[in-house]
């Protein structure tokens, strides 16, 4: 009896601590230990078979996956950035399963500003599919392969409006009609004097806000932004958000393994950026399309390489023309705005040299094709970028 006894207390004290440390949290370790920290299929399924036979194990994983997406934002990294990387390298059903991670882990985050909730407001919708045990296990596993893998990143300033002032202005609604009518229009010429024009109230907006900025008692500092840069020809695409960045007071560093470039600057020029950078992408594959359409009249097939030449052309010639704009927009307002802008710009630098001190300038690649450069600079001289008078 005595030794049965001291089993059964024994048994009994392992019993609770057992229960201090589910079964569940072992079940998920155990799944963990044999797929995340090994990258054979054969350890994934290993794991997913562990995760399958214990359905108990699903709350604990669920909120393991929590702390991988909380762990990321840690690191530097924002629903946008995780939801194209995992776009990208992953399934559609993996895209979902961050997505209603993402959703159910911001209740315990932070507040993070405008621009966080914004890219929360436009994840993915639709719920994960479930299938089989095993089927959703290794989705899961494979989704925290790649969150437990993510580097870390430069971290973000998000902008600090001041008071009284809305980043999304009646003038940015303005731009934006501008360029949604751009990129509607059937007609090459129309496009890019839409173009021309969101670009000059881009700039207007900006010596706005610069002289709002000076004289105020604490200016906004630059604030960041990612905007992605995806494949194909995302050099060419890289160049022209550069193009477009530089136009408007700001500075772009492209993360070519992660499919991104930062964008520093003021606030109104990263929205800005962010508006003529997604219209212009818009209408240089519009443009694109029908000037392979008349190569290809011509007895000649497209290629890869006209797509990369008339894209690099296209980005090049249009930040010279957006510039342009800029500029006479800018003098037009005056010799008291220049010391503004120069201090603006010296903390763009500062900033964007605090954030990448590291950076070096890479050549563009597969630029060879003659008939696609000429196509792609043709496309954007046709832009109509002389001064025009002030909208009332």
Request: glycine fraction near 6%.
């Amino acid at each position: 009896m005595a030794v049965n006894l001291g089993l059964s207390v024994a048994c009994f004290f392992s019993t609770r601590a057992w229960h201090d440390r589910p079964v569940s949290s072992s079940t998920v370790d155990t799944a963990f230990q044999a797929a995340l920290y090994d990258t054979a299929d054969t350890a994934l399924d290993t794991g997913a078979s562990v995760l399958a036979g214990d359905p108990s194990a699903d709350a604990e994983l669920d909120r393991r996956g929590r702390e991988f997406v909380a762990a990321a934002w840690r690191r530097g990294w924002q629903p946008a950035d995780v939801v194209r990387i995992a776009r990208r390298d992953l399934d559609d059903v993996h895209v979902r399963v961050l997505a209603a991670l993402i959703r159910a882990q911001a209740p315990d985050d932070t507040a993070r500003g405008p621009r966080w909730t914004a890219q929360l407001a436009e994840l993915p919708a639709e719920p994960p599919a479930r299938t089989d045990r095993f089927s959703h296990a290794t989705t899961v596993l494979e989704l925290y392969r790649l969150l437990l893998r993510l580097p870390a990143l430069e971290p973000l300033q998000e902008p600090r409006p001041g008071p009284g002032r809305r980043s999304d202005s009646r003038m940015l609604t303005r731009i934006r009609a501008l360029l949604a009518k751009a990129e509607a229009t059937g007609y090459p010429q129309e496009a890019e004097a839409l173009t021309a024009k969101a670009q000059e109230l881009m700039a207007r907006h900006s010596v706005d806000e610069a002289l709002l900025d000076a004289q105020a008692t604490d200016p906004d500092a630059p604030a960041a932004c990612r905007i992605g840069v995806e494949p194909p020809y995302e050099q060419a695409k890289a160049m022209l958000l550069n193009a477009v960045a530089d136009a408007n007071h700001c500075r772009a560093v492209w993360n070519e393994p992660y499919g991104f470039s930062t964008v520093v600057g003021f606030e109104a020029d990263l929205a800005a950026v962010e508006l003529l950078h997604t219209s212009l992408l818009v209408q240089a594959q519009s443009a694109m399309a029908k000037a392979e359409a008349a190569q290809r009249a011509g007895g000649r097939k497209r290629t890869k390489t006209f797509r990369q030449s008339f894209l690099a052309a296209y980005a090049h010639r249009m930040g010279t023309r957006l510039g342009e704009v800029a500029a006479a927009t800018e003098s037009r307002a005056g010799e008291d705005l220049l010391p503004v802008l120069a201090t603006r710009e010296v903390a763009v630098t500062a900033a964007t040299d605090r954030m990448f001190p590291d950076t070096v300038t890479t050549r563009m690649r597969g630029i060879t094709d003659e008939a696609g450069w000429t196509e792609g600079a043709e496309a954007a001289d046709r832009a109509q970028v002389a001064s025009r008078p002030r909208l009332p």
